[in-house]
Every structure is written in structure tokens, then in C-alpha cells.
DNA sequence: CATTTATAAATTTTT
DNA sequence: TTTATAAATG
């Protein structure tokens, strides 16, 4: 929603006897946010206002004396839950909507599960795996099957995780999934059957828990637990945002908490399903009518967010596109004057850094024209794709931020400490004990699969053991594990003496015995200790120790330290993002980058059709996030880092999906200029600058 | 025999 | 920049 029309609304509330939530809706969103009684679906395209019928329908369910508390709004991350509670409060809802059941299905399990677990066998202190941890117990798994050993080949962990992840998120047999996404391991279905349960096995015997599982056990609770009818009355109300970018699991999951679709609301746009990756299908759509036949459909068609040009540009893209229900976006903004339209514009640059400089060029240009740095986004494909940009950023000291990419919890030496809080709190994580072991010279993969059958895991009592009696290890480790012991009897004490609020102060005390490990095992010490403290200060804002681990995992901030510039000198900076991690957004400006072919699309996704078609939605997702200016570039040639020292060229095309748009652009060439021309050729590269002048 | 070091290879999107 | 495998080292 645009922030003009909700401060419209606030003041039409002040005039009439409207309720506020109620104020500047149009017929199709009052229906959505009057409706009571049976399933609603709404069907609601690029910047038609769901975020803001979203929010109404909140306030106005609370309005109604709904109990916030029975209230769950279930969105697709946790800023999109709090933005929206946010404006329902502002809406009218009061202070009561901070105490609506909002946020991600994993982390609303997250909080049934710590609860309600042991009704599904999940003990207390359960700890979360995030991706990567996931993707290491499984390699242990994988491990002891001997598998490697044969001499055949073999899935790898992050293949067999991502095989894992689709069976379950899709519910569909193994034998098939594999068959169909994952051709070339099915000669080994039997054994990545076996391994599968040996991990399933390992993790719920060291009280282990991965994304998935999340989901999963939520389903349980829902179906076959003692506690079943208690939680599926749990719920008077369940709202769901971004309805085509879910599962199997999670269309179970709803209609486990509304068997009947009572007073359930979801809201979903199929042209803008972009989680196929993680099995989510916008068939839960087209499938709602099914699986709740009483239900009402209501389709918001009206755009509120951008200009007719930018929207015609989004329309035609969409043409093409395959297996999604035709939609023609129109433009309901009154606020434009005609002839001051920005037309949309199609750049085309001679490299990277051209792109980079012709992006910085109008983001200056724009903010100084009034829009702030914050009002605009360069959004692309993959996290790296903005390597270049952020560089040329960083000199010209223009702030950013960036969504998406490597996250701050991926990074290793925060893991490596988080590992340490993990092991207090489940002293049976074996994953944590790898990486913790790990960090100490002189111990290898032996070493540590000798302490961990010392240690006898599973065994809630494994750290107090530990301490007051060590393994034994190599002459050369000694010393090390000394220091390990050590680190671990002070977090006992620090626990001991101040229970769970001491989280911080744990990893005070980590941080002074382990700190010089770390930063001896990795380059740029000084930035990741920085990180470390960073980490501490998040842990005091953090109740327990237990909530602080939990949403780290689920909810893991995005990139800190990602700040270019003097940081905090003012309020303002330019948002970077991928734009799966857009999602939802809008802006003034956006920029789309790399808009080329094998880019967008991604060539790792032209092997099969759907995937083809999930790349053109996403780069409509993209478009569609524009309010009033919107630039796409892309750079007639790129580097391809096929390996490391290589300094291989890419001449690209523009994006396919950009062929029914001619004449919808503004087209706009940059020529290269002598700088670019040095810059981009690092070597004595002749043939390539050769072939660029070709095109200046 | 375990661990470290050298060498080569591979890199989407996220909870 | 990290990650699996092979060779070298203690």
C-alpha cells in the first residue's frame, strides 16, 4: 500500500463515522476485510493493497472483539508480520495487535513446539539446525554408510538435503521426486532411502530439529497428538499472507487449525509464486476452492503502487508466461500529472562497472530531486550480482544495506560461537561439538569422533562431564583442549550463578578464552570480532537463551556490518536486495541489474519449463515493485568466475522476457568511457578491450 | 595412523 | 571463498 492513501484514510476516519479501518478501501477490499463465517481467498495482484487489506482486517476483526490472542497471522518473514501489525495498530487495532500470534510457520512452530513438543516427542531445549548444520549432520550420516568408500558416486550432502527438503516440503515419495527433479542419483534410491532415516534417527535422538522438521511436527501436533483438539481450537481467526509461495505441508498445516476454513483468510497472487525451489506450489491456490468448497473468491485487481508505463512494462512481461490466470494490471493513482511521468527506461551498459557508475549517477540524481536514498532499491537475481555495485557504493560513500546474500549467522566465526551457547543449551548437539572441537588445533575428524564416543551423546549431563572429565586426546592438542575445557566450566558457572538472563554474559566469557582462536583462524580479525560483540549485544536483548538461539535461527537478521560509509551518520540509506528477498517491498525507484540472459533467467534454471516460467515471474516480481521510476540495465558483458584466477568474459544478451516489451522502454545507451575501459580490463586483456570499442 | 598442507573445482533463490 | 581429494608430514 502507498503511504499517501493510508494517511488519506487516517484523515477520511477523522471526517466520517468510519471506522479507521474501514476508510479509503475500495468495494473488493471492504468485502475482504468484512467477510466472516467461511473461507476467503483473495486473489490480489502486484500493489492492489493486500498489505493494507491485510492489516484492515486485523483491525477491524479486533475492532469486533476478537481476542488478539486467538488471532494468527501467518506471513512470510517476520518484518512482513511486524510491518503489518504495525499498521493494523495504527489502523485502529490499538495496542492489542501486538499481542496477535504473528510471524513465518517456522517460527509460529517454533513457539507451539516449545510448548506443546513433548506431545510429539520432542524434548524440551530442543535446538534448531539452521541450513548449513542441517547440511553437515548430514554428511555425517552420509559418512557412516561408507558410501564414498564403494567407489561409486554418490549424492553429496547438500544434494541429499535438498532431496530430503522437497520430499518432505511436497509430500510426495521419495522415488518420485527423485525421478523427477533429481535424475541422475535414482540408481541410488534404496541408499539415500537409508540414509534419510539414519538422519531422521540421529536427529531426534540428540533432540535436533532442522527447518523442515519444524513444519513437520507442527502437522503432528495438529493430527495425531494428545493435544490435537486442544490446539485445533487454538485459533479463532487465521490469516495468511503470500498464499502462493506455500507448500504441501503448510496447505496441511491450515487446514489442520480450520478444518472447515472457518473464518480463514489467505491472500496469494499466483503471478508472483517464486518459492518453487522450496517445493512451494501455487496450486495450494487453485486447490483452495477443493479443499474448502464453501469458500468465497474475491479478486483485487486495481493497482495503487505504479505508474501505467511501469505497469504496462510488468504486463507484457507476464504475456508469455505459462500456467498463470491472465491479469492486466491497471493503475487506480490519481496523483500524477501526464506529461511528468517517468517513462521507464532500458539501459544498456558496456560492462559492470558502467552499470555500477550509471546506477550510483541516478541514485544521486533522484535524491537529490528529493527521494531519499531509503525510497529507492537496486534489486537482482543472486547475491553477487551486486559485488561490483557495492564497491563503487563503498567510494562514494553512499550508504547501503543489503537483503539477501550471506547472511550475518552464515558467516564462520559467529557460528563457531553460537556453537558454544548450543551446546550449553542442548549438551547433546552434535553438531555443535564438530564445530567447537573444530576450532582447536590439532584435532582433526579422528579426534573428534573419539571424544564424541567418550562422551556417549545423547546426554543432557555431556558439557558438566566434559569438564570434570576430559577426554583424552593427541600430546599436540593438549593445550587446546585445556583452553576448551576451561571456556566451558565458565559458562557452567556463568549459568549456574544468574540462569537463563546470562546470556550475554556467556558469551562475554567465550569470548575471552576463544577469541584469540578465532582470530587466529581467520583473516580480517578485527571486523569479526567486531561481530562477536555485535552478537553479544543482540544476546542481552534476548530473554532467554533458548529464544535468543531460536530466532537467530528462524529469523536471522540480514547482513549486519553490510553498512558502507560512515555508518549511522544519518538515518538514510539505499536498500540492495535479491529479489526473492523483495518480496513484498516497494520503492520510488528500482533498479533491476544484470537483467541479462543466463542471469534472468538464471541458466541454472533453463533445464526444465517450470523453472523457466519461475524466472519470468520473478523478474516480474522485480518490476512490479516501482512506484514511480523504474531502470533496468544490463551490461553487455560480465565476468564469469569459472574459477578463481580466471578472467572470463560473458557477452550477453538482454533478458528474453524483455522481448514483448519493445517499445515500451525508453531505451538508453551507455558508452564506455576510457575509465571504464581500463578499469574493466585488469590484465593485459587486448583482445577484449578491442572487441568493447567494438561496441562504443 | 591422523593431521596438515597442497591442489583442483565449483559456486541461485530462503525458512 | 570454500570444499573435496591426494600427497606429505609428524
Sequence with gaps: MNERVFVYARRMAVADVLAPWEAGLNPAQTEAVNHDGDALLVIAGAGSGKTRTLASRVARLLGDGADPDRVLLLTFSRRASREMLRRAEHLGASRASARVWGGTFHAIANRLLRRHGAAVGLAEGFTILDQGDACDLMGVVRAEFGLAERGRRFPKKDTLLDIYSRVVNSQRPLA?????????????????????????????????????????????????????????????????????????????????????????????????????????????????????????????????????????????????????????????????????????????????????????????????????????????????????????????????????????????????????????????????????????????????????????????????????????????????????????????????????????????????????????????AESRMADLEQLQAMASASPTRSQFLSELVIDSPSATGDLAGPPHLDDDWLVLSTIHSAKGGEWDVVFVIHAADGNIPSDMSLSSREGLEEERRLFYVGLTRARDHLYVTYPLRFYVRRHALDDLHTWAQPSRFLNPTAGLFEDVTVEPTAADLAESAPGPDKVTSQLTSLWA
Design 176 to 524: 518420485i521426486t527423485m525421478k523427477e527433479h533429481f535424475p541422475w542419483c535414482t540408481a541410488d534410491v534404496d541408499e539415500v532411502a537409508g540414509v534419510f532415516s539414519a538422519y531422521v534417527a540421529r536427529k531426534r535422538d540428540r533432540n535436533l530439529t532442522d527447518y523442515d522438521d519444524l513444519l513437520l511436527y507442527w502437522r503432528a501436533l495438529l493430527t495425531d497428538s494428545p493435544v490435537a483438539d486442544v490446539l485445533r481450537a487454538r485459533f479463532d481467526h487465521v490469516l495468511v499472507d503470500e498464499y502462493q509461495d506455500t507448500n504441501l505441508l503448510q496447505a496441511d498445516i491450515i487446514q489442520g487449525l480450520a478444518p472447515r476454513g472457518r473464518n480463514l483468510f489467505v491472500v496469494g497472487d499466483d503471478a508472483q509464486a517464486i518459492y518453487g525451489f522450496r517445493a512451494a506450489t501455487a496450486a495450494n491456490m487453485t486447490d483452495f476452492p477443493n479443499r474448502f468448497p464453501d469458500c468465497r473468491v474475491v479478486t483485487l485487481d486495481w493497482n495503487y503502487r505504479s505508474t501505467q508505463p511501469i505497469l504496462d512494462v510488468a504486463n507484457a512481461v507476464l504475456t508469455g508466461a505459462r500456467g498463470v490466470f491472465p491479469k492486466e494490471l491497471r493503475t487506480a493513482r490519481d496523483d500524477l500529472v501526464p506529461g511528468n511521468i517517468s517513462p521507464p527506461r532500458l539501459v544498456r551498459v558496456p560492462e559492470e562497472g558502467a552499470e555500477a557508475n550509471y546506477v550510483c549517477d541516478r541514485v544521486l540524481e533522484h535524491r537529490e530531486h528529493g527521494i531519499a536514498l531509503r525510497d529507492q532499491a537496486v534489486l537482482f537475481r543472486t547475491g553477487h550480482h551486486s559485488a561490483r555495485l557495492e564497491v563503487e557504493l563503498g567510494r562514494r560513500n553512499i550508504p547501503f544495506i543489503k537483503y539477501g546474500g550471506l547472511k550475518f549467522l552464515e558467516a564462520a566465526h559467529v557460528k563457531d560461537l553460537l556453537a558454544f551457547l548450543r551446546l550449553l543449551e542442548n549438551p547433546s548437539d552434535e553438531m555443535a561439538w564438530h564445530r567447537v572441537l573444530g576450532l582447536l588445533e590439532g584435532v582433526g575428524p579422528a579426534t573428534t569422533r573419539r571424544v564424541l564416543e567418550h562422551l556417549s551423546l545423547p546426554d543432557p549431563t555431556a558439557v558438566r562431564r566434559f569438564v570434570d572429565d576430559p577426554p583424552g586426546v593427541p600430546p599436540r592438542a593438549a593445550a587446546h583442549l585445556e583452553l576448551l575445557r576451561a571456556t566451558l566450566g565458565d559458562c557452567l558457572d556463568v549459568a549456574g550463578q544468574n540462569g537463563d538472563a546470562s546470556t550475554a554474559a556467556e558469551i562475554e566469557a567465550i569470548r575471552a578464552r576463544v577469541g584469540p582462536l578465532v582470530e587466529h583462524k581467520y583473516r580480517a
